[in-house]
């Protein structure tokens, strides 16, 4: 996977331990969640390593796509959605008043449940956020980020001789790899992935899948599903949400093998969800 | 920047970028504050300015005249029949100017006085009262109160808008002593230094030379022209009343910007009008003309009833035409109408038509109504139809929107019991939609009662002074008389024709109020 | 007797006609179903009640489609016939002379009082009313014949086993079907009258000298080049624009984007007031205040230009009435077309394209501008389409403060006629349809018909595609 050609912009000859065990990136104390007066996250306080995919899961409406927005403050952006509690990225807490989301954003990427390329090229899609950000010096730096990113999301061989074309030309599992790619193409140390098969075909969701398997290697990944088999497949850590509670998190061997919870087991066996 | 410098805190230059970022985010957010303010602030100024000046016309001033009915000057030998009286303008005029030159003698002394005595009533401002006594002859040869409107300048300047002027509290006087002819000199120690440093600031800025302000010292019912002021005296020029009134009086001065000539008003009118409000007879009054009065070449008489009726007229025929045809041409193309081309035609077709200037449906008026179907010009029944034209799409294209909110499960349900296509319809979707189909007329009405262009292109801009009594008559509408009394040059006409627009926008007001009314009680969410 | 038939007041009459024959043919269709009702032993295909409006149908449709024939044709027919009839000194007459004699003759015999006219005249009335009679009888009789005959024939159609349901439903439908026709006849109407009447000007003045003279004096019928015309019209709705595309779009990009929901609640309708003043009282507002402002700007920015010895003769043509103070008003008033359908498309941009671009760490009015606003664009190109459109199209503004003097000036100051202006100005003179002046009047309609129409044909569309795209 490693081009090594273009600028170093991303450095890929880094590698670090690939350890669960490692010094989380994310660190949640105690989140609360309200819209308006309805509570939808319950003191929720939970980890997430670095260079590993964690999943949440959980039936229909019990707070994991609310929980997963809170990371980059998507939340922000809803009206009378109020978020308490610490989220702790590099010791700070990014819920702290002084942290600019905008920032933040650069830092968390996010791929969402319906692909959404912009409705420009696919350049433009990708070449969009190092753009505001400011991160590329010139048009050549630019052309690199992009085709770094379209390679990194295994895109590039599909689309590189039409770039210029609307990035909403592309079939539904390519616009959601051009997703990924404009999330990569802000060097993000953070990918969070709200369902983001639920909208794809089988043959489509398992190269986005093969895609974070690959992915994991560099980015502590979240992604909220609603297919446990998937969550088994990619995950190394899973996290089980009932009712805006964290019901078991722990292992994806142990949870999916061999769960604590009384109501995990039910879920995964299919009992209730 | 690579992943493992980038940290928390942004560096430097990041951060600089991310502050310029943050600004241009600020600025955005203010342009669209602006305008929205901008919009709305031009909103308020339009109905401030308006609404203020139909304030003003929403009152005039009317004089009281004690007349006696003299039988030989109203109802004379030959010409007393009720109907006689009633057209005798004439007569019941000289009772009310012979009662104003009885008031004022004065005025007596040459032509120009007398002229601008009379100015004081329009002769047709006499009519109400002449009809009145028509109906009741029993009052002739007896005394009655008459009260008959002020003359329209005469208004404006009672109500402080016809002439700049400036009222000063003069001091104590002393004495007045004649002064040569028609002049006496009024004295008083310190009495006019108030005045003289109004007329300071009154002569700042004009040119030397320039004609000088007018000063009027009103005592009473009497009132002079000053001239050769100092401190303490001034020469006093009586234009009515008597000289007396003013020793021993504290009189008011008024400093009277502009130049006689240049004024509509003389200093005598003003001098007398002041006399009248001083005697009580002067008083004002709601202007209920404005409602049942018609159009008047005189500001004082003019009303809106002709083009109130003309209006109501003309909405009934374009109701009675746009609202079948829209809606039933909506329940075709949304109910039965095959989903082809020939329907997509019809659609576009429709969208098109309501986005066509109002001014071409005005020619195809003219062209059609009046040239090819020889029908009458000015009549509100053309003005409907042409009006019914350009509201028709907008009925479809609202009765349909209603239609198409109706579910389909209603329609499943009503054929499904072995209704037919039309009775589901009729029976069950369109009383659904009703509701929606309602408010939707409306609002297409409530445009074509605003709508001026294409009923001047009819004829409907005449001067009609009668209620027309039915679809065929010459007629005119609201927002067409707007048009005409904004085009007369007067000053007078403006606050009027502010209030004529105020009647109009209550009007599309209650129509409005109307369909709100009814979605609140209406409204189905399915 | 003709005569006295030639004064029935035939509308009410024919109205009355209608629901009379209507009702009759109803009772009897329903008594004769009942009756049928009895008589047989199964059952009947329809209810009576429909027995009844089939025979009603058949018998009221003659007397409309009479009675419409009458309204069309009576007069004419009348006409054609006393011209014909007229003594030979009226062949001097012009055709407008004409026309306004027969008018006071029909004024004339409707009031039946023509005391004082000359005796000629009294004749040609008398002559008028017989005719009008003979007319009015004929149509009377055919009526009745029309209207008898259907109701027997639908009535004798009658037995149990008769579809009468579905046969009158298949005449509701063909109603529902003509009343949707009116829209594609009025389309037509305007169309033909437009071109009849334009072809008739261009007869008289050539297209070309019209759409390309720089010289417009209508009014003495001498000069028809409309170039002035089309330039004060595209300088107003410039003007216009310039104020209504920038307030209308920032206002709508802040209500969907910014504002809070109970902002929005209370901004919105106020906005669209301003869509509902009629625009007479916009044309009032600007001949009161706005052009009155303008004069005393231009005239403080003459009177400082010299002063500051940057001109040595006023530079702005402070007129009265003046293109600005029309275009500005106008501005004003096509805020809302702007605002409210930009408003729409942009809430019609999914939230998910929102969601990437916060998700990317852009700011909210990096959001708004990099991909907001591009997505929408289509829709926001539509509504200034449409608003254009508007402005073009409105009279009553310009023919209250755009003034009446064509010329072609980039003088914002100085006053500009436009193409409605001339229209209502070259209609309301009292003047014959066969007078170039009232025939260039139609050719200036054709023109603007067909500007408006390009700009309302091609924004609709884009609008449709847009809603497609996002349904």
């Known amino acids: 996977m490693d081009t090594g050609q273009g600028t170093a912009m991303i450095d890929d000859s880094l590698t670090l331990p690939r350890a669960a065990e490692a010094a989380p990136r994310i660190d ?246 | 920047m690579t992943d493992t410098a980038r940290t928390s805190t942004p560096s430097a230059a990041a951060a600089k970028h991310l502050k310029r970022r943050r600004a241009a985010d600020g600025r955005f957010r203010y342009y669209g504050l602006i305008a929205i303010l901008a919009a709305l602030g031009a909103l308020a100024v339009l109905v401030l300015t308006i609404g203020s000046q139909a304030l003003s016309a929403a009152t005039y001033h009317v004089v009281r005249y004690d007349v006696t009915l003299d039988p030989a000057v109203i109802a004379p030998e030959g010409a007393n029949r009720p109907a006689d009286i009633a057209r005798n303008v004439d007569g019941f005029y000289g009772l009310v100017r012979d009662n104003l030159l009885e008031t004022f003698p004065e005025a007596e002394s040459d032509r120009v006085s007398r002229r601008e005595l009379s100015d004081f009533v329009t002769r047709l401002a006499v009519l109400p009262t002449a009809k009145m006594i028509a109906n009741s002859p029993e009052l002739v040869g007896g005394d009655i109160a008459m009260t008959a409107p002020l003359n329209d300048d005469l208004d404006l300047y009672l109500k402080g808008q016809g002439v700049r002027e400036r009222k000063i509290k003069a001091g104590q006087i002393t004495a007045v002593a004649a002064d040569g002819q028609a002049g006496y000199r009024v004295t008083g120690a310190g009495a006019f230094d108030a ?128 609202m079948p045809i829209g809606i039933l041409a909506a329940v075709y193309l949304e109910e039965f109408a095959p989903r082809n081309r020939v329907t997509e035609f019809f659609e576009v077709n429709i969208n098109n038509l309501a986005a066509v200037p109002s001014i071409v449906f005005g020619l195809l008026g003219a062209a059609l109504y009046i040239n090819f179907l020889g029908m009458p010009r000015s009549a509100p029944l053309v003005g409907g139809l042409v009006l019914a034209l350009m509201t028709f799409p907008v009925v479809i294209i609202a009765s349909r929107a209603a239609l198409k909110a109706v579910p389909p499960s209603v329609r499943s349900g009503a054929l499904a019991v072995g209704a037919s296509q039309m009775q589901t319809v009729f029976h069950h979707v369109v009383p659904l939609a009703a509701p929606g189909i309602l408010t939707g007329a409306i609002l297409g009405m409530a445009r074509a009662l605003g709508e001026t262009a294409p009923l001047l292109l009819i004829g409907m801009v005449a001067f009609v002074g009668d209620v027309p009594s039915g679809p065929t008559d010459e007629s005119t509408v609201m927002p067409v008389l707007i048009f005409s009394w904004s085009n007369n040059a007067e000053r007078a006409w403006e606050p009027l024709t502010s209030a004529m627009i105020v009647i109009l926008l209550a009007f599309l007001l209650l129509m409005n109020g109307l369909v709100v009314f009814l979605r609140r009680k209406y409204e189905r969410r399915w | 007797m003709l005569q006295q038939l030639g004064q029935l007041p035939m509308g009410w009459l024919l109205i009355a006609l209608i629901a009379v024959f209507g009702s009759a043919a109803f009772f009897i269709g329903r008594v004769r179903a009942e009756r049928l009702l009895l008589s047989t032993t199964g059952r009947m295909h329809s209810r009576p009640n429909y027995h009844g409006y089939y025979v009603a149908m058949w018998s009221a449709v003659p007397v409309m489609l009479v009675a419409a024939g009458y309204a069309i044709f009576a007069e004419q027919l009348t006409r054609t016939q006393l011209t014909r009839e007229l003594p030979s000194s009226f062949s001097a007459l012009s055709a407008a002379e004409l026309q306004s004699y027969l008018e006071s003759v029909r004024m004339a015999a409707g009031t039946a009082a023509s005391a004082g006219a000359d005796r000629v005249f009294q004749a040609v009335t008398n002559r008028y009313l017989e005719l009008r009679g003979l007319v009015n009888a004929g149509t009377l009789v055919l009526l009745g014949i029309l209207a008898s005959a259907g109701m027997f024939w639908a009535q004798r159609r009658l037995k149990p086993s008769f579809r009468a349901r579905a046969l009158v439903e298949n005449g509701m439908e063909l109603v529902l079907f003509v009343c949707a026709g009116v829209a594609i006849a009025t389309t037509a109407g305007i169309v033909l009258s437009l071109l009849y009447e334009s072809l008739q000007f261009f007869q008289k003045v ?152 916060y998700a990317l760490g852009a700011t909210k009015s990096e959001t708004v501008k990099q991909v907001v606003v591009p997505a929408a664009l289509p829709g926001i190109i539509a509504a200034l389409l449409l608003a254009v459109s508007r402005a073009i199209g409105e009279t009553m503004i310009v023919v209250m403060a755009a003034g009446k003097s064509a010329r072609i000036s980039m003088d914002p100051t100085s006053d500009l006629t436009t193409i409605t202006v001339q229209i209502v100005s070259l209609m309301t003179g009292e003047t014959g349809f066969d007078d170039p002046k009232t025939l260039s009047a139609f050719a200036l309609g054709l023109v603007l018909f067909i500007v408006t129409l390009a700009f309302n044909v091609v924004a609709l569309r884009v609008v449709k595609k847009y809603r497609e795209k996002y349904d």
């Open chain 1, 28 to 273: 949640c104390r105690n989140i609360k969640v309200y819209y308006g007066q309805a509570q939808a996250i319950h003191d929720v306080s939970m980890t997430f390593p670095d260079r590993a995919v964690t999943a949440l899961i959980g039936p229909s409406g019990c707070g994991k796509s609310t929980f997963l927005r809170c990371l980059n403050r998507m939340n922000d952006t809803i009206e009378n959605c109020r978020v308490e509690g610490e989220i702790l990225m590099d010791g700070e807490n990014i819920n702290d008043a002084d942290i600019d989301p905008v920032l933040l954003r650069s830092r968390v990427g996010m791929v969402f449940q319906k692909p959404n390329p912009f409705p420009k090229s696919i350049y433009d899609n990708i070449a969009y956020g190092p753009r505001i950000h400011g991160l590329a010096n010139g048009r050549e730096d630019l052309d690199a980020i992009v085709e770094k990113s379209l390679r990194r999301a295994g895109l590039w061989e599909e689309v590189k001789d039409r770039l210029t074309a609307p990035g909403t030309s592309l079939s539904g599992g390519q616009q959601q790899r051009l997703c990924i790619a404009r999330a990569i193409a802000v060097q993000p140390e953070v990918i969070l992935m709200d369902e983001p098969c639920s909208a794809l075909d089988p043959i489509a969701t398992a190269r986005i899948e093969e895609l974070i398997d690959e992915l994991r290697n560099r980015y502590c990944i979240v992604i909220v599903t609603h297919s446990m088999q998937q969550a088994a497949r990619v995950s190394q850590r899973t996290a089980f949400f009932h009712l805006g509670h964290v019901v078991e998190l722990g292992d994806t061997n142990q949870i999916f093998t061999n769960p604590r919870e009384k109501r995990t087991e039910d879920y995964i066996t299919g009992r209730f969800g």
């Open chain 2, 195 to 322: 005045l003289m440093a109004g007329l300071a600031v009154a002569n700042v800025g004009r040119a030397k030379g320039a004609a000088q302000v007018d000063v009027l010292l009103t005592a009473g019912v009497s009132t002079g022209r000053l001239t050769d002021i100092t401190s303490g005296s001034a020469r006093l020029e009586l234009l009515t009343g008597k000289a007396a009134d003013f020793s021993n009086s504290r009189p008011a001065a008024r400093i009277i910007v502009s130049p006689e000539a240049e004024r509509t008003i003389s200093d005598r009118q003003i001098a007398w009008v002041l006399a009248l409000k001083e005697m009580g007879r002067v008083e004002r009054v709601p202007r209920w003309t404005l409602l049942t009065n018609s159009d008047s070449t005189y500001p004082e008489l003019a009303g809106g009833l002709a083009a109130i009726v003309g209006s109501l007229l003309t909405m009934l025929v374009t109701a009675m035409v746009a």
């Open chain 3, 206 to 357: 050539s297209a070309w000298d019209f759409l390309t003279g720089t010289r417009w004096n209508a009014q003495t019928e001498a000069e028809f080049g409309a170039l002035p015309l089309f330039f004060g019209t595209f300088m107003i709705a410039l003007i216009a624009m310039l104020v209504a595309a920038p307030i209308g779009l920032f206002s709508a990009i802040f209500l969907s984007e910014y504002a809070s929901p109970k902002a929005r609640g209370w901004i919105k309708p106020i906005l669209e007031i301003l869509a509902g003043i009629p625009t007479v009282v916009y044309g009032f507002f600007a001949l009161l205040v706005v052009a009155p402002a303008i004069r005393t700007a231009a005239i403080w920015v003459n009177e400082t230009a010299i002063q500051l010895g940057l001109a040595s003769e006023p530079i702005l043509a402070a007129q009265p009435t003046s293109a600005l103070a029309a275009g500005l008003v106008m501005g004003i008033m096509v805020i809302p077309f702007v605002s409210s359908l930009s408003d729409d498309v942009i809430n019609a941009v999914p939230q998910t394209l929102r969601d990437a671009a």
